[in-house]
């Protein structure tokens, strides 16, 4: 079973950077995918940035030029890097990975992060 912490988030004022990072563990197994996602109170759930096993990467509008989103293969950790935050990138932000061998989904706790104007 794959397990997915989370960490990084926190408190930061507009124009400011966080680092999150996702560390993934378990039984042995390959990640196929690991992604970012945040979700506000009363909006849907919005997928960040994507990394794929191969290093290519997908950013969602909002935050492309801002963030980045890397992995360490060895470590089985993914990050984010976020930088010139907004008051709109407000949000409790969730580590998914996916599964190669199995396909399955699997989520990190969230992790808060609030940007003040």
């Known amino acids: 079973q794959v397990q997915l912490v989370e960490s990084g988030g926190g408190l930061v004022q507009a124009g400011g950077s966080l680092r999150l990072s996702c560390a993934a563990s378990?039984?042995?197994?390959?990640?196929?995918?690991m992604a970012w996602y945040r979700r506000v109170p009363g909006k849907q759930r919005e997928l960040v940035a994507r990394i794929i096993s191969g290093g290519s990467t997908y950013y969602a509008d909002s935050v492309k030029g801002r963030f980045t989103i890397s992995g360490d293969n060895a470590k089985n950790t993914a990050y984010l890097q976020m930088n010139s935050l907004k008051p709109e990138d407000t949000a409790v932000y969730f580590c998914?990975?996916?599964?190669?061998?199995?396909?399955?989904?699997?989520w990190g706790q969230g992790t808060q992060v609030t940007v003040s104007s």
């Open positions: 378990g039984s042995a197994f390959n990640l196929a995918t």
């Open positions: 998914n990975a996916v599964v190669g061998t199995t396909g399955l989904s699997v």
